[in-house]
């Protein structure tokens, strides 16, 4: 895959912080991809972080690879009783919940005739519920630490539409919808915790590559078009500052990672 690298360098985690010292915060769908390196960035900020995954093998490396400031725990996102016990677990061993990323996600590349309702639920079972029952449960643990900060992964796909992949798009229409509606609520309870929502557009990760992969089937490497991609580290980068006191006063908001994208009038690249 012929690949234009789009972020800086400066997106790299680069030493030790303490923007998100004393946090304690988990990070769904974290074995790979863009929760690890959301998991990265918030332990290197001084968070404890919990990776939760499908994925234990991949999960328990990432967690290793990150060291002691980090747990990772086998957890399906549509399991509800998970996530009771999840948080029951977290406030047990460590006395407070701070953040939640609802970052798990999955991506079937399927247009509107082409998608089965089977696909269809099990896309929104995880992207739609398994944000649902995540901010279900953990906002009464967040209340009762005082607060919190909730992030939710949406993408670009939400707003400016992907034809091939109706389901996923949907999906992450309805997160960002929801995001809005737990702000207020949150908001209206004087709970002090805030709901905000981040659109990742193109970041390298293995949901990017499989998707590309389908995309460009059977066109000879030489002929395919250069993509242009994301550091998953700029996009763990704007999740830290959702997570961290510096971003206070936002809440019900949706920070727009599409490098510029939307601003470009006539044809999109299509991935
Ligand atoms: N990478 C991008 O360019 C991009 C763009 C827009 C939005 N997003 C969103 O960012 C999030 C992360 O995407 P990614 O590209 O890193 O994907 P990825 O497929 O590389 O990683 C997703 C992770 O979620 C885990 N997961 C899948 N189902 C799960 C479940 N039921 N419970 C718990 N974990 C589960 C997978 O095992 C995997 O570790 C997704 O919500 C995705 O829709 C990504």
């Not at 399991?79 to 406030?91: G, K, N, P, S």
Request: net charge negative.
């Amino acid at each position: 895959m012929d690949i234009v690298r789009m972020s800086q360098p400066i997106s790299q985690p680069q030493g030790q912080g303490q923007r998100l010292a004393g946090k304690v915060c988990i990070v769904t769908g974290a074995a790979m991809g863009l929760g690890k390196a959301d998991a990265i960035v918030m332990a290197r900020e001084g968070a404890t972080v919990i990776l939760t995954d499908v994925d234990a093998a991949q999960g328990e490396a990432t967690a290793a690879e990150i060291g002691e400031r980090a747990l990772f725990v086998h957890h399906d996102v549509r399991d509800e009783q998970a996530w009771i016990d999840l948080v029951a677990r977290i406030m047990a061993q460590f006395g407070r919940l701070d953040v939640l990323v609802n970052n798990a996600g999955v991506l079937k590349r399927a247009h509107i005739e082409e998608a089965t309702l089977e696909d269809w639920r099990f896309v929104q079972s995880i992207n739609v519920e398994g944000t649902f029952l995540g901010i279900k449960h953990c906002i009464p643990a967040m209340r009762a630490s005082g607060g919190g900060s909730i992030i939710n992964v949406s993408s670009t796909a939400a707003q400016q539409g992907f034809p091939n992949g109706a389901a996923y798009t949907a999906s992450k229409g309805a997160v960002l919808a929801l995001t809005r509606s737990v702000a207020i609520h949150c908001l209206n309870q004087g709970d002090r915790i805030r709901c905000n929502a981040i659109l990742p557009h193109v970041a390298e990760s293995p949901m990017v590559h499989a998707s590309l992969e389908q995309s460009f089937a059977g066109i000879p490497a030489e002929q395919r078009p250069k993509v242009a991609m994301g550091s998953p580290f700029a996009v763990a980068n704007a999740v830290l500052f959702l997570a961290s006191d510096e971003s206070s006063d936002l809440n019900g908001t949706t920070l727009n990672l599409d490098r510029g994208t939307a601003c470009i009038v006539g044809q999109m690249p299509e991935s």
